[in-house]
Antibody, heavy 122, light 108 residues
């Protein structure tokens, strides 16, 4: 069974940094593109960014609102995905979900974690 | 930047048919996907590749595509279908993933 478990969320002051983790199991992590999606309280889903597999170059792509502040990385030896968030703003307050991306060969999010809440407040 | 447009809300009585639309310029070129999200839960895929239904999703969920608009249809709506529904598709380059703003389905 595919399982994704996010961790690392919490309360952070504006301007601070945070690193979220997503532990994966039940599938060959190194063969999977992975994405982060966030959802602000009471708002819709917003794609944050994606990292490809090393065999596909390991490259990352980011949504415009987070480009330059967010960094996605992966450690295939630990089956873990990361999201480093820098220069946090109040508008970054959201539940952050990790998801598989294109696991089935098409451009959608096959499996999701339960999410981790990031609250940015002074 | 690329956008997908959904109506904010749709209301339907139990047993009737709900239709939720999603419009975007790249939809003739890219597949669309639909997710159902209930409060406090992660989204669940209900339609992929415009009209395919994943295993475990009830047959009352169907999808269709016509030009720049895709439609999620729920036939014989049940109370348990009350949720937020999001369309999702890549932009024309296939690089960026985009979600529609979401539609709140209310079962009257």
């Amino acid at each position: 069974e595919v399982q994704l478990v996010e961790s690392g969320g919490g309360l952070v002051k504006p301007g601070g940094s945070l690193r979220l983790s997503c532990a994966a199991s039940g599938f060959t992590f190194s063969n999977a593109w992975m994405s982060w999606v966030r959802q602000a309280p009471g708002k819709g889903l917003e794609w944050v960014g994606r990292i490809k597999t090393k065999s596909d170059g390991g490259t990352t792509d980011y949504a415009a609102p987070v480009k330059g502040r967010f960094i996605i990385s992966r450690d295939d030896s630990k089956n873990t995905l990361y999201l480093e968030i820098n220069s946090l703003k109040t508008e970054d307050t959201a539940v952050y979900f990790c998801s598989t991306d294109r696991l089935s060969g098409y451009d959608y999010f096959d499996c999701w974690g339960q999410g981790t809440l990031v609250t940015v407040s002074s | 930047s690329y956008e997908l447009t959904q109506p904010p809300s749709v209301s339907v009585s139990p047993g009737l048919t709900a239709r939720i639309t999603c419009s975007g310029d790249a939809l003739p070129k890219q597949y669309a996907y639909w997710y159902q999200q209930k409060p406090g839960q992660a989204p669940v895929l209900v339609i992929y590749k415009d009209s395919e239904r994943p295993s475990g999703i009830p047959e009352r969920f169907s999808g269709s595509s016509s030009g720049t608009t895709v439609t999620l249809t729920i036939s014989g709506v049940q109370a348990e279908d009350e949720a937020d529904y999001y369309c999702q598709s890549p932009d024309s380059s296939g690089t960026y993933r985009v979600f529609g703003g979401g539609t709140k389905l209310t079962v009257l």
